[in-house]
Every structure is written in C-alpha cells, then in structure tokens.
C-alpha cells in the first residue's frame, strides 16, 4: 500500500511560543554583526555565504514524463527555465578555504509564473531554492537559533571576526564548538578533510510548500564529470581561495548536470515541518535536470554583480513554494533585513532578472 503524501493547507504550520520576538532579536542580532564584519572590510557582505566560489548560469529542465502528482509549481513536464546558480560557503565573513566550513548553493530560476509570496514583488518572475550540503539545519526551531545567534554574537565581541564560530578541522576549533554548543553534525559535515565542492549533494533543509503538498528538495551530480567528483579530497593548504580556483578550472572546459529531486512529506510526526532539526527518512524523487556548459564561472563582472546586485532569498518566489517552519519564517525578516543593510551599505541596486542576458558574461 502506498503510503499517502501529506497535503498542504494553511493551518499546516503551528507559531512557535515567544517566535515573533526571537525573530525580532535575531534580525537585531544579525544587524549588529553585519555592521561589525562592515567596519572590518568597509564593504557590507551577506549574513551567511558571504564568499562566493563560482557563477554559473544553465537550464533548468523539467522531465517531460514527470508523474501528474510530481508535476507541482514551476515542475511541469517539459518545461524549462534558465537560471544562475552562486556556489559559496556558510559563514557571514570571507575566510581562506583552509577553514572547514559547510559549502552552498543558491539557484535563481527566471521566468516564473504564479501568485507572488512578497507584496512588494508583484510582476518578478524568479524563484530561489537555497541549499546547502547538510540534509538538516541543526538549529531547526526559532528557539534554537535564536540561542545559537547570541552564543555567535558573545563569542565575536573581542575576537577578529563574528565569523570565527565555523568549524575548522585544520586547527583546534573543535573544541571551540563544543564550548558553545555547536552540535558535532556540522563538524560531522564539514569532516576531517576538505571535498571537491562539485561533487556535493546539496538540500533545501527546511520544508516548502510542493504544490499541494509538501517536500524538501536536493540537487545531486547526475553527469560523470561532477559524480566522479564526489568524495575526492582536496589540499586546500597555501591556498584561500582552491574552491574558485577549482570551480573555474572546472567550467574552463567541462558542462555538468545535475539532477532536482523531491523529498515528499508522508508523516508530519517523523518528517516535521516546524524542526528543520530532523533529517527526513524518504524517498528523494526526480524532477528534473540543471546543466551548466562550459563558461567563465568567475569573472570581475559577474563576481560582482552575483555577490553586490543579486540576493537569494527562499521567500523570493511563488505560493506554490512558500517557505515552511519556524525557521523558514525567521528567514523572512532575517534575509530582507540583511539584503537591506548590504545594498544600501555598497549603494547597489537590487535587481531581480528578467532574462538570463542580466547576467554578464
């Protein structure tokens, strides 16, 4: 027997006790260490993935024999949409690659059609899906990060950089974590040796709407050239910046794909929506395909116009894929507020594209 998917509706998600107030201080929390890592580089950068290792633009393309119950939001059989994707690493500052962190991946799919989840962003025609390579976010509730922004934020008074509580294995931070409570899945993730970040399988975390259901999506190398990727070490040693050099070395002669897949929710008990903590125990169905072709993932023009113009954001997007969760609701004030802060701070418009030629070669 098959076992039935859960549906969405909107008493789906449950307010957590005291959430609008913790978001409120983790938005404040936020500002104060943005404007610290500022006064440090004089240049605002993002509150998490601020370094950017690679650009790229592709298609987004739909498998033409998609399930009718697959076929959810912007999923539909045979479509397809081009998108850019920014490869990057967690923390909210720039850190040689020598540090061990979580790596990410923000994709941006234009052309989209449907009910806008921002007011304010009626006639855009983008949806982000953000992404990391970690299936859990181990600060799954509002309460829970909020607790962890403020143990970031003591931690970085008096230190060089608010962006000094990431993992790093090559030294002995681990012991750094464990006073602050970091859980050992992030050190887990980040492991004792650093991989090729191509070869990654990246997750949405956190639970979004799937259409009429619900579902968390990841993207897994598909092509040969990235798969044989997976798990390949690296020696990060000498150099702060091997992630770019790899991801451009890369695409200098070589397309990748990859492929989209659905995480269908079944059981709220054991697949919550409200704990991002909770990794999922199902199936990861196909959608479809992202390919990237040979290009320049890295140049001046595009490096600044994916790291100052554009900003990813999971509530950027259409109804059929609202964000869900304590956590994902945060986001929506944190991410706003930071995108805010960094624009106004490097004077840069903030632009969502309307056609993959916005984006500079």
Not at 60 to 73: H, M, R, T, V
Not at 277 to 303: C, I, M, N
Request: glycine share 8%.
């Amino acid at each position: 027997m098959t076992t039935p998917w859960i549906g969405y509706h909107e008493g789906i998600e449950i307010e957590q006790p005291g959430e609008k107030e913790m978001i409120e201080e983790i938005v404040a929390s936020m500002g104060r260490l943005n404007r610290k890592v500022f006064d440090e580089h004089r240049h605002a950068l993002r509150d998490a993935h601020a370094k950017s290792h690679g650009i790229l633009t592709g298609t987004l393309s739909i498998y033409s024999d998609l399930s009718e119950s697959l076929a959810q939001g912007i999923f539909q059989p045979g479509r397809e949409y081009p998108i850019v994707a920014r490869l990057s690493s967690a923390p909210g500052d720039i850190h040689s690659d020598e540090v061990r962190s979580l790596k990410g991946i923000a994709i941006k799919v234009i052309g989209v059609e449907g009910p806008r989840l921002l007011p304010d962003t009626a006639g855009e025609v983008t949806q982000d899906f953000l992404l990391v390579n970690l299936p859990i976010l181990p600060f799954g509730d509002v309460k829970s990060y909020f607790e962890m922004q403020h143990k970031r934020e003591d931690a970085a008074g008096g230190k060089e950089s608010p962006g000094s509580l990431i993992p790093n294995m090559v030294s002995a931070a681990s012991e750094a974590l464990k006073a602050v409570g970091l859980p050992n899945r992030i050190l887990e993730a980040v492991g004792a040796s650093a991989h090729h970040i191509l070869g990654e399988t990246f997750h949405t975390m956190a639970a979004i709407r799937f259409g009429k259901y619900i579902a968390k999506l990841s993207i897994a190398p598909l092509s040969a050239s990235v798969a044989d990727l997976t798990g390949q070490e690296i020696d990060t040693a000498g150099n702060d910046s091997v992630y770019r050099d790899l991801v451009v070395e890369f695409f200098n002669t070589q397309s990748a794909t990859y492929e989209i897949r659905a995480q269908i929710c079944t059981d709220i008990s054991k697949m919550p929506i409200e704990d991002a903590s909770v990794e999922w125990q199902g199936e990861h169905l196909p959608l479809g395909t992202l390919t990237f072709k040979t290009q320049d993932a890295y140049s001046p023009a595009r490096r600044v116009y994916a790291d100052d113009v554009l900003s990813f954001n999971p509530w950027q997007g259409i109804e059929a894929h609202r964000p869900l969760g304590s956590i994902m609701r945060s986001r929506l004030r944190a991410y706003e507020a930071s995108a805010q802060f960094r624009h106004a701070m490097n004077v840069q418009p903030r632009v969502e594209p309307r056609d993959i030629a916005s984006i500079p070669d």
